[in-house]
């Protein structure tokens, strides 16, 4: 069984709708990072985050640390949203990244 | 904006051959990584580096693998004997301005990768 799982693998959606996409881990963890990989390869860290919510423009991030849960939202979606979007557990062991497989979401206009 | 720099961005060896892959942190981070990703799989852990020594690897780290700080500003992953099975996107990252209860703080920041095609 992965340690970390994310859900859906795929999604596409017209642009401005709502998305949301899911992500489930089983480790104990120190922080759950999203990050966002381009279509040309590059990652960028969107959000690391411990407990709570953040937002940052369109983006929210949520975790339930109780249910081992979060939640990578996108308000308002936009074709330059379309990428791969990562979860990765940071271990509370070690503090190394574990990685989800990732979900690619197209954005159509 | 501070960025983490890669190169080169794309190579292509013969099997066997030795390749070392560059970076150039951020530079007031201390801990730095590189991790893999295979075409089409998820991103892979290979080792992390703190304080001028390996803090920890993965089980795809093995003898075959190297890292280095040479100059307090670089830091290589050297790839002795490269198989067809290590091409793959090799991405650099550093974190860590400051420690708070043992770990790295602040966000990891990634380079644009170095592709290595291996023939």
């Given at each position: 069984k992965n340690e970390v799982e994310q859900s859906p693998q795929n999604l596409t959606a017209q642009e401005g709708e709502f998305i949301t996409i899911n992500c489930s881990y089983s480790v104990g963890i120190s922080a759950l990072h999203w990050l966002q990989q381009h279509p040309g390869g590059g990652i960028v860290s969107l959000f690391m985050l411990s407990s709570g919510k953040k937002k940052h423009g369109r983006l929210i991030a949520t975790i339930n640390i109780q249910e081992k849960h979060s939640s990578l939202h996108i308000t308002a979606s936009h074709p330059r949203d379309s990428a791969v979007y990562i979860c990765a557990a940071e271990a509370d062991s070690n503090y190394q990244l574990i990685w989800g497989a990732g979900t690619k979401l197209i954005i159509k206009p | 904006?501070?960025?983490?720099?890669?190169?080169?961005?794309?190579?292509?060896?013969?099997?066997?051959?030795?390749?070392?892959?560059?970076?150039?942190?951020?530079?007031?981070?201390?801990?730095?990584?590189?991790?893999?990703?295979?075409?089409?799989?998820?991103?892979?852990?290979?080792?992390?580096?703190?304080?001028?020594?390996?803090?920890?690897?993965?089980?795809?780290?093995?003898?075959?693998?190297?890292?280095?700080?040479?100059?307090?500003?670089?830091?290589?992953?050297?790839?002795?004997?490269?198989?067809?099975e290590d091409s793959a996107m090799y991405f650099c990252a550093s974190s860590g301005s400051g420690l708070a209860g043992g770990r790295p703080t602040g966000e990891l920041f990634f380079g644009e990768g170095s592709r290595l095609t291996v023939l």
């Open positions: - | 904006e501070p960025e983490v720099t890669q190169t080169p961005s794309h190579q292509v060896t013969q099997m066997g051959q030795e390749v070392i892959l560059h970076c150039v942190p951020i530079s007031n981070h201390l801990y730095f990584y590189w991790y893999r990703q295979i075409l089409g799989q998820k991103v892979e852990f290979l080792v992390s580096f703190y304080n001028n020594e390996i803090s920890e690897k993965s089980e795809i780290f093995d003898d075959q693998f190297s890292v280095e700080r040479p100059d307090g500003s670089n830091f290589t992953l050297k790839i002795r004997s490269t198989k067809l």
